[in-house]
């Protein structure tokens, strides 16, 4: 196949929602030089849903609020031509502080289910599980206790699932990182702990698809 050079204004990806699935590992690179499934490694983490540090002029369109997110990209867009620039990129810690309050945010109304298109092997509706897992933090593996639930956000359309961590887990691992992965049988999901209770649990959350299964209807 012959490697041929286009001048495109802009190129547009149709992935539907599980975009890291459905991007070629050497289509997207960012400017430190890795890729998007790289720099996603431990989930996605766009800034408004929209945005991606490391990957400047790079905006996603999710859903469901497509024209909230339409006119932010508008907004940069315009930004740029009235400073002439030819670059754009999401500030890391405006990214980061963002994420932060998404993951801590509780559910505030029940959603709609009809509203949403969703893509998932699994019915995302609210439901709960208490039972063993596998946590793993800074490359090791520690059998614990959970007790999980979760919702769609009518804001932004994603699942947030939420719980709580029973097991005491050493200061040093949590000093080395609070970004893990929690393991339920055969299902795993990205997750953060974010903070220890005064019963010395720790709370721990996530974004997107959860590490249980739902409930049946």
Known sequence: MRREHHDVDAIIYGTGFRIADHV???SLVGT???TLRQAWHDGMEPYLGVAVHGFPNYFLITGPDYQAQERHIIDCLRLMARRDSA???VRRSSQQVFNERVYLRCPGWPPVASAFDLSSSIDLNDHAYDGPATLRIADTDRPVRVRLTGYVDPIDGQFHWQGTLFDNLPTDLLQRTR???LAVGERSAPARIV???PQHTHTIVG???PPFASAPR
Do not use: L, P
């Open 24 to 26: 070629r590992d050497d």
């Open 32 to 34: 430190r030089g890795i």
């Open 87 to 89: 670059r754009i990129e």
């Open 179 to 181: 970004t893990v992965t």
């Open 195 to 197: 903070e220890e209770t």
């Open 207 to 209: 974004v997107g698809m």
